[in-house]
């Protein structure tokens, strides 16, 4: 039986968790405060990915692009960049 101010632990039936096995409620309404769906995390990172991406082409303008030259065997693949 949880005490007053406090939710049970799973994680305490296995060894793991602060003391008895409650986490204090402020802990838990941080955790809640995060719980979001999986389809906003995901856009979140597609996000965050597209940032990073727009971020990375700017700094190769800014120092002037580049060239990739890929040989395979008789395959040769270029390509330039700016």
Excluded: D
Excluded at 22 to 31: A, D, H, I, T
Excluded at 59 to 79: D, E, M, P, R
């Amino acid at each position: 039986m949880p005490r007053p101010g406090g939710v049970r632990n799973p994680l305490s039936q296995s060894g793991c968790g602060y003391g008895r096995g409650f986490l204090p409620l402020r802990q838990v309404e941080r955790m809640a405060a995060v719980n979001l769906p999986r389809w906003v995390w995901f856009v979140v990172w597609l996000a965050v990915a597209v940032i990073v991406v727009i971020l990375v082409a700017l700094v190769v303008h800014a120092l002037g692009g580049g060239i990739l030259n890929l040989h395979l065997g008789h395959f040769v693949f270029k390509l330039g960049f700016t």
